[in-house]
Structures are given as C-alpha cells and as structure tokens.
C-alpha cells in the first residue's frame, strides 16, 4: 500500500514538473519573439552585465575608487566623470585587466600610485566596466564584452 502511495506521488510531481516546464519554455519562447530585434537582446545582456559588475565593483574597486566612483583626489583617481576612463577605452580595459601604475593624469590631476593586478577573469573586467561606464553620470556607446577584453594584450 505504502509503495502504491509513493509510486502514485511521484507520478504526480513528475507530470507537475513536466508541464511547470512546458510553460516555461512557451514563455521563454514568447519573449524572443516579442522582443525580436537583436537590439533587446542585447539591452538586456547590458543590464546582466551592470548588475554582475555592481557586485565585483562593491567588493573589489570600492575601497579606492569610492561608492560614489569619485576615489580620493591626488591618491585614488576618479572613474565618475574621468576623461581618462571615457577617452582610452583599450587602456581602461588593460588597466582593469593588468592593473596600472606610473604616472596619470586623470580630470587636469596627476597620479602616480600603483593599482595592482585584481586578478579578475576576462568577463569580471567586462561586466565592472559595464557597471563603471554607466554609472554616476557616465555613459557609453558600446558594451565592453569578454571577447574584447580576451583581445586586450599587456
Ligand atoms: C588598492 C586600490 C585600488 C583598487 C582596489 C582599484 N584601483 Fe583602480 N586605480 C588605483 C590607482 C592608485 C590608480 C592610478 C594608478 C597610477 O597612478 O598609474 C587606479 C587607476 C584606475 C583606472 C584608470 C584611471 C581612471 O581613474 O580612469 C581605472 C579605469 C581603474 N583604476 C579602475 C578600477 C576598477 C574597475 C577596479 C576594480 C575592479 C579598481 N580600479 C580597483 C587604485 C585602485
């Protein structure tokens, strides 16, 4: 009897599980063809990638560079608002990837502290980039993307 009860619960969570996921495959299914373009895809690649970075840059960037991304003027350079970061995409990107020391000017001040390699994997220095272009008023025409960075050489 016992064994009947089993057998006859499991049928019934496995059809459950069964048609949960049906529905969701008609949904995901539904969305792309909503969405359609190539151009929603990637907006919300975008935003995956900002929230990814938001969490590398909190416990990786923050202690230097500041919440609010303005650093500590003359030790840590700005990334809010950097004309350093906006103007030299490929070095920001080998910067992040292979850290950066010597001297810098950053927004007319000069810095000449280290920033050591961060040890983060191509698509971390994407997805932080993402989150440091598009944040405190900066803003980017194109997404970084971890077959950019993979192409960044030292
Ligand atoms: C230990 C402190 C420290 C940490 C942690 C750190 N940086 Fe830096 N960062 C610096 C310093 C110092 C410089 C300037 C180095 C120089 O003088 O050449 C710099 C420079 C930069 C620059 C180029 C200059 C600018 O301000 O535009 C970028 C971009 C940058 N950091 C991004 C990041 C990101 C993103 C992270 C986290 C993944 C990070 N940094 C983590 C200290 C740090």
Redesign the pocket.
Known sequence: MYKFFLVAFMTVALVGCNSGDKKTEAKIDNSIKIGGAKTSASKSDLKASIARGTK??NS??????MPNGK?VTG?????AG?D??IN?RE??IR??KYG?????V?NDVT??????P?G?SDK??AD??NY?MNSWGNTQDKMVTEQEVAAVKK
């Open positions: 590398v840059y990786v960037c923050m202690v230097c560079h650093g030790t840590f350079p700005p990334l950097s350093w970061l030299n070095g920001s910067s992040v950066q020391q010597g001297e810098i950053v810095y000449n502290g280290v920033m050591a961060l983060l971390e220095v932080v980039l440091v």
